[in-house]
Every structure is written in C-alpha cells, then in structure tokens.
C-alpha cells in the first residue's frame, strides 16, 4: 500500500511538472508574440496580455493592473456592432471569423486590425483574442495608390504638354519661315529690325517649346537616342555659330578648349549633345555679365572599339551656393524667384 501512494506521489509531482512547464513554455510564446494577443471577459475586462497588444493601444501593463483597460470601450462607437456579432458567434461556436476593426490608440488615433478569437473551453464568459496590426499594411496601400495617381497624373501632364508642344510648333515654324523670307526680301532698316526681332522671339519661343516637348518625353520614358556617325567639329562649330553672337553682344569671350588627341569621327546622338551643350552655353551666357565662358572637352578613356568624353561648361558668372545645387536638376527650378524676373527663363535648361 505505501508504494502504491508513493509510487502516485511520484506521478503526481511529474504530472505538476509536465503542466508547470507546458504553461511556462505557452506564456513565453503569448510573450514573444508578434500578434496582440489578450484574455478577456464578457463584462469588459482584459485578465491578461502580452506586449504586442498594449503596444497596438498605447497603454501599459499599470493600466492592466489598475483595471483601466476595458475591451468594449477601445473599439469606435460606429464599429460595436461587428464586435457584438463577433460574441454571438463565439457563444454559438465557440470560435468566431477573423474580421477587420479599429481599436482606439491611448492617444486617440485609430489603429486599424484585423482580430479573431475563441472561448476558452471551459468557459462560455471568457475568451482570448488575437489582433494583428495593418498599419504598415494599410499606409503601403495608401503609397501605392498614391504612387498610382501621381503615376497618372504625370503622365496625362505629359501627354498634355506633349500635344500642347505640337500644336504650337506647327505655326510656329511657319512663323519661323515666313520671317526667314521676309528678312531675304528688299525690307527698309525699320522694317528688317522689326522682323528680325519677330523672328529672333519666334526662335526663343521654339526652343523653350522643344524643352518641354523633351522633358514630357523623358517623364514617359519615351526620349530615344540615336546612334550615327558624326564629326565632332561640326557639333562645336554649330555651337559656336549660336552662342557666339550672343557672347559677343555681351562683350564676353568665347573659348573652346579641345585636346589634340581628341577624335573627330564619332558614333552617338549629335542632336542631343548639341542640345545639352547649346543648353548649358546659353546659361552660361546668360548669367555671366563679364569675362568668359569657356566650353572645354577632355578624354576620359579610350580604346579600339570607343572613348569615353567629359563635356563641360565653365563661366565667370554669378554662380550657386550649394543649397541651389542640390536643386540643380529639379525641372522648372531656378536658384532663387529673382532670377526668373531677372534673366527669364522655365528652368528647363
């Protein structure tokens, strides 16, 4: 008879110990939950949490304690209704969906989660829950359909300036010409001042209208570069024939600054480096009242098969502080709104 008892003494304690440490591995689980996970009852109250859930509603385990956290009173009024429905399937179940709700933060912002729950088995007054946080979920969503209308929007700017650039081209270049035949014609000097600054407006209004034709092309991804043969010295030569008059006019001195070893026939898009060139020249003239723009070329590398180029652009003008640079390739920006009124410009160069 002793050995019966103490042979069941022995069974007990190791049963103690087998549950005793089933709970301790449970709750170390429930602890290191991601998910909020709560204990609650019928009447409101919350018996037990883990950090996840005071975390989702701002308060603490003091407020636990203290009884201050009241299940029912954290969901917003106008969303009880689905939390009442959600207790009716659990009495009826036992178990009830997963479905989506706000609880209402400490500080008075809405989380929004997603929650499900059952009854304790041995209870039909209390149960546990287990929330999931969609605040990253639901912000990524709000990027992403954010990104979707900007996405669209610009592109239908793009279009629309893109379309607008064509309308306007055509009698523009019409303009362009019939001033060009004007000027070849027996004009008295009034009459040839009056058309050549027509022309030279008309000329100015063309290019601003091909940058943004451009710029609507490379937003859509749709601004092709060619890849024919061309001689640099043709490209610089061009260069020179539009800047330099305007150079001169301002008194400034115009120099190109090209090594010896540079090659002449080259491979690329001659319409594009001349328009970024004839781009950054005309700023340099522009914004520079005396002494010099320089435009110098240098090779980086070269090999049998290709050469590498640095193109650049230099002047004694005004200049940047570093603040504006940071803005320098942000489109339609000018360093400050005195230069747009001073100099003119879209800030498109």
């Not at 030279?200 to 092709?224: P, Q």
């Not at 640099?232 to 008059?245: E, K, Y």
């Not at 603040?323 to 009124?341: C, I, K, M, N």
Request: overall charge negative; glycine content about 8%.
């Amino acid at each position: 008879m002793a050995g019966r008892i103490e042979e069941r003494t022995v069974s007990q304690h190791e049963a103690q110990q087998a549950l005793s440490a089933s709970e301790a591995r449970l709750r170390r689980v429930i602890e290191s939950s991601m998910i909020g996970i709560f204990f609650w009852e019928v009447s409101g109250a919350v018996t037990e949490t883990n950090d996840a859930f005071l975390e989702i509603i701002g308060y603490t385990r003091e407020d636990l304690e203290a009884g201050r956290i009241d299940w029912t009173a954290l969901t917003p009024p106008e969303e009880a209704e689905a939390d009442r429905r959600a207790i009716e399937q659990l009495r009826a179940t036992g178990r009830c969906a997963s479905y989506e709700k706000h609880y209402l933060h400490r500080d008075g912002h809405r989380v929004p989660v997603l929650i499900g729950g059952a009854l304790l088995s041995d209870s039909t007054r209390q149960g546990v829950a287990f929330i999931v946080d969609l605040s990253e979920r639901r912000q990524a969503e709000a990027d992403r359909h954010a990104r979707r209308v900007a996405e669209a929007a610009s592109s239908a700017k793009s279009e629309f300036l893109a379309n607008m650039s064509h309308e306007i081209r055509t009698p523009m270049n019409a303009i362009l010409g019939m001033s060009y035949l004007a000027l070849q014609s027996g004009l008295n000097p009034q009459q040839h001042n009056y058309i050549q600054k027509v022309h030279a407006s008309a000329e100015s209004l063309l290019g601003i209208i091909n940058d943004i034709l451009d710029f609507s092309k490379i937003e859509a991804g749709k601004l092709d570069m060619e890849a024919i043969p061309f001689n640099l010295s043709d490209v610089m030569d061009n260069l020179a024939n539009l800047i330099g008059l305007k150079a001169e006019e301002k008194g400034l001195e115009l120099l190109f600054v090209e090594p010896p070893e540079l090659p002449e026939a080259l491979v690329g898009d001659p319409s594009r480096l001349g328009q970024v060139l004839l781009n950054l020249g005309n700023n340099a003239v522009k914004f520079t009242e005396r002494g010099e723009v320089v435009i110098g070329v240098a090779v980086l590398a070269r090999d049998d098969a290709s050469v590498r180029l640095r193109f650049e652009v230099s002047d004694t003008g005004i200049g940047m502080s570093a603040e504006q640079q940071g803005r320098l390739f942000e489109p339609f920006t000018q360093a400050d709104a005195s230069t747009s009124r001073r100099y003119g410009g879209t800030g498109l160069g």
